[in-house]
C-alpha cells in the first residue's frame, strides 16, 4: 500500500528537549515536505527536500532542521522546543514537487510544556 | 502576508444543502489550485483540482468554479451529506514556473465543514 509514515504520532515533551519526528514514502517520491498546522492558519510550510541530500527552507523554517540521507526518510529535527512549536506536523511527498499531488502522512500531534 | 485567503473558517449545513467555500488568491502567477479534503485524525488528501484556462471543473457532488479576472475560485458541495464533514483546504501554486527550486502549496487557512443529518 502507497503511503506516507509518521512516527510518533503522538508526542509530549518539555522546554528544550531535542526530539526527532521521523518520516518515511514507500512511493519513490523525489519530493518530500514539513507543514505544521495551526487553527486558523492552515497549513505552512516548514522545509521541503527535492532529493537526497538537497533541502531548502519553506515559509517557517525557524527552530527546525531537516536531513535527506535516503530518499524514503525525510526526519524532522527540534534541537531545542519551545512551547510555541506545540503544533500538529504533517509530512508530505509527492512525485516532483508542489506542483503535483501530494500525500500526507497521518500527522504527529506534538504538545511542548 | 497570507497569499491565499478562504472563508468561511466554519460552515454548518443541513444534508441534502449546498456547500460553499470561497477562496481568493494575490499572485497572479498562480496557475493551479488544488482543494484538499481532511478528515480528523487524518492527513489531507487531494480532492480536486482546476486550472485557470476552464471556469469550471465537476468531479461527482464536488465542483469547482474559477474567476480569473476576480481571482478567486470556490468549491461547491452539492446535496452535501455527514460523510462531507472534514477541514477542506484550498491552496495554489504557479505550476509552470521553477527557479532553481521546487515549486510549493500555498495553503488557505482552511474551512471546517459540519453536515447535519
Known amino acids: 500500500e502507497a503511503q506516507v509514515t509518521q512516527n510518533p504520532r503522538y508526542l509530549i515533551t518539555v522546554t528544550g528537549k531535542k526530539l526527532t519526528v521521523t518520516c518515511s514514502q514507500n512511493m519513490n517520491h523525489e519530493y518530500m515536505s514539513w507543514y505544521r498546522q495551526d487553527p486558523g492558519l492552515g497549513l505552512r510550510q516548514i522545509y521541503y527536500?527535492?532529493?537526497?541530500?538537497?533541502?531548502d527552507k519553506g515559509d517557517v523554517p525557524e527552530g527546525y532542521k531537516v536531513s535527506r540521507k535516503e530518499k524514503r526518510n525525510f526526519p524532522l529535527i527540534l534541537e531545542s522546543p519551545s512551547p510555541n512549536q506545540t503544533s500538529l506536523y504533517f509530512c508530505a511527498s509527492s512525485f516532483n514537487d508542489g506542483a503535483y499531488e501530494q500525500y500526507f502522512g497521518p500527522g504527529t500531534r506534538l504538545t511542548v510544556t | 502576508q497570507q497569499q491565499v485567503k478562504q472563508s468561511p473558517q466554519s460552515l454548518i449545513v443541513q444534508k441534502g444543502g449546498i456547500s460553499i467555500i470561497n477562496c481568493a488568491y494575490e499572485n497572479t502567477a498562480f496557475d493551479y489550485f488544488p482543494w484538499y479534503q481532511q478528515f480528523p485524525g487524518k492527513g489531507p488528501a487531494l480532492l480536486i483540482a482546476i486550472r485557470p484556462d476552464v471556469s469550471e471543473k465537476k468531479e461527482g457532488r464536488f465542483t469547482i468554479s474559477f474567476n480569473k479576472s476576480a481571482k478567486q475560485f470556490s468549491l461547491h458541495i452539492m446535496d452535501s451529506q455527514p460523510g462531507d464533514s472534514a477541514t477542506y483546504f484550498c491552496?495554489?501554486?504557479?505550476?509552470?514556473?521553477?527557479?532553481?527550486?521546487?515549486?510549493?502549496?500555498?495553503f488557505g487557512s482552511g474551512t471546517q465543514l459540519t453536515v447535519l443529518p
Open positions: 491552496a495554489a501554486t504557479n505550476s509552470r514556473f521553477r527557479r532553481g527550486s521546487a515549486r510549493q502549496l500555498t
Open positions: 527536500s527535492m532529493n537526497v541530500e538537497v533541502t
